[in-house]
């Protein structure tokens, strides 16, 4: 086994640590509330993990470009496991956030510099079928943490869930220390503090603006329009700092290469098109279909399968057609993967949501995985790493606001159906309906059988809203990608780079 191969392995088991991580808190939390107790900041412990996580994930990348890659990644794993450990002793929901915040900074460095290694560590043709690999690692986490943490759960303990990323952390971090050899970085100019403080508070203040809208306050309030309010300030403060600073933290020259403003402005469009409807499809089956809990979460694994088949299969063809025509294969592929959601009903079977979410992942893998690449290949290599994490964050930022969005569709065209099935007394429907009826058992069985598949048919109208809004995002990305997308092979951008000074694979 060579040296490159064994950094790959450490590169790839970080990542799994984290997206492991992510997934499997979820099944533990009715079990860590009745623990710990604080249910009030249930929301919390996934919600100060993703900000942390998001706002971190650019720093990293840009600091993995400043100071190197490896010790990023290192200290990236040091505070991940270390966050882990303190998860694991909690000993009140309090702390449980406040570790998992932490916990979430050593996330958003892990997951952006692991994917720029890849592109220091292979040329272009092999990077282009490692990849596929790399990115259906996190799929496969996403996999493996519900079912790892609800085992830990039910026969161990929820604290060995944060406990076994030691083991796992320590190793990367061995392997790393004994077999990267990381060539000399040589860091010129200041680093541009202000830029990043006004971006990571604007991004800050628009997640909570996301976590709380509909939520803890209506989303027309004086409290919505207050928080984004100051976010959009500080945007356009960073905006303007941004132009003036002679060492910016984000060099708005990099958006004039195509390349890198169509891999940027896809993936924010694929995560709010396909994550914020991926994520109402096991609602649709549980509560349309009658499914039950794990049925309706199992959905979600041929999604992520394919999405490494599909990366798999789209970086072979990018060999051979550029990665214009993968791209627009993938997006359409994801358009039709839409249009099978949008078809279905109560009476579907499970062969047509395994079949729409094969399609969707495949386009996912196909899309997804060559904007990153596409955007690396366009930039030298003391670049890759922002360029990198700027395609991770737009997608992150994309999922927070297409979670958000399709979920206030949903609720409203669920709302409205509500009220006015409330009026037909003949249904035994209650006067004021809570959308959460639909997936309360306990209401349920009260219900007769006609007002039971009234409630159905309006669940199913309200999904099919949120899917007509990815389907409307993904369509937009598609178009996109046609218009502004360059033609011409991965080796001719390669040579373009060059040309203009800048080192190619």
């Known amino acids: 086994m060579t040296r490159r191969t064994i950094v790959t392995i450490a590169a790839m088991l970080g990542m799994f640590l984290s997206g492991v991580d992510q997934t499997a808190v979820g099944t533990a939390m009715p079990t860590i509330v009745g623990a710990l107790g604080g249910i009030a900041l249930y929301a919390w412990v996934f919600a100060a993990y993703q900000i942390a996580f998001v706002v971190m994930t650019p720093i990293a990348g840009k600091f993995a470009d400043l100071y190197g890659r490896k010790h990023m990644y290192l200290a990236g794993i040091f505070v991940f496991i270390g966050a882990s450990m303190l998860c694991g002793f909690a000993r009140s929901m309090g702390a449980l956030v406040a570790f998992r915040f932490v916990q979430g900074i050593g996330g958003g460095a892990i997951l952006p510099i692991a994917l720029t290694l890849v592109a220091d560590l292979y040329p ?143 993936g924010f469009l694929l995560g709010v098109g396909l994550f914020g409807a991926v994520a109402y499809v096991p609602l649709l089956v549980q509560g349309v279909m009658g499914t039950s809990a794990t049925e309706a979460g199992a959905t979600l694994i041929p999604f992520s399968l394919m999405w490494t088949v599909g990366s798999i299969v789209g970086g072979r063809a990018a060999l051979r057609m550029g990665f214009r025509p993968v791209i627009i294969a993938g997006m359409t592929l994801m358009t039709s993967g839409f249009g099978l959601l949008m078809l279905l009903t109560a009476r579907s079977g499970p062969g047509t949501v395994v079949a729409s979410m094969i399609v969707l992942g495949t386009g996912m893998g196909m899309s997804g995985t060559m904007f990153i690449i596409s955007m690396q290949n366009a930039v030298a290599r003391p670049l890759r790493g922002l360029v990198t994490s700027i395609n991770v964050f737009s997608r992150n930022i994309g999922s927070a606001i297409g979670v958000s969005a399709q979920g206030a569709v949903l609720v409203a065209i669920l709302d409205g159906r509500l009220r006015a099935l409330a009026g037909q007394t003949r249904l035994g429907l209650p006067r004021l309906v809570d959308p959460q009826v639909v997936l309360d058992p306990a209401v349920q069985q009260r219900l007769s059988p006609g007002a039971h598949e009234a409630l159905r048919l309006a669940l199913a109208q309200a999904v099919h809203g949120a899917f007509f809004v990815g389907l409307a995002l993904t369509v937009l990305g598609l178009a996109t990608v046609v218009t502004f997308m360059p033609r011409g092979s991965v080796y001719a951008h390669a040579h373009a780079a060059a040309l203009e000074g800048l080192p190619a694979d």
């Not at 329009?225 to 132009?243: T, W």
Request: aromatic share 12%.
């Open 124 to 266: 272009l043709e092999q990077r282009l079928r490692i990849q596929g690999i790399f990115s259906g690692t996190w799929g496969v986490a996403s996999i493996i943490g519900p079912l790892l943490g609800g085992f830990l759960t039910d026969h161990v303990s929820w604290r060995w869930i944060f406990f076994l990323n030691l083991p796992a952390g320590l190793v990367t971090i061995l392997i790393l220390v004994a077999f990267f050899r990381e060539p000399p970085v040589l860091r010129t100019g200041a680093i541009d503090y202000a830029g990043i403080g006004l971006v990571s508070v604007s991004v800050t203040v628009l997640l909570l603006l996301l976590f709380w809208g509909g939520v803890q306050f209506p989303w027309l309030s004086p409290q919505s329009v207050g928080l984004a309010a100051i976010s959009a300030a500080l945007l356009l403060l960073f905006l303007r700092v941004e132009m003036r600073s002679t060492h910016p933290f984000l060099p708005f020259s990099l958006f004039a290469n195509p390349l890198v403003a169509v891999g940027c402005s896809g």
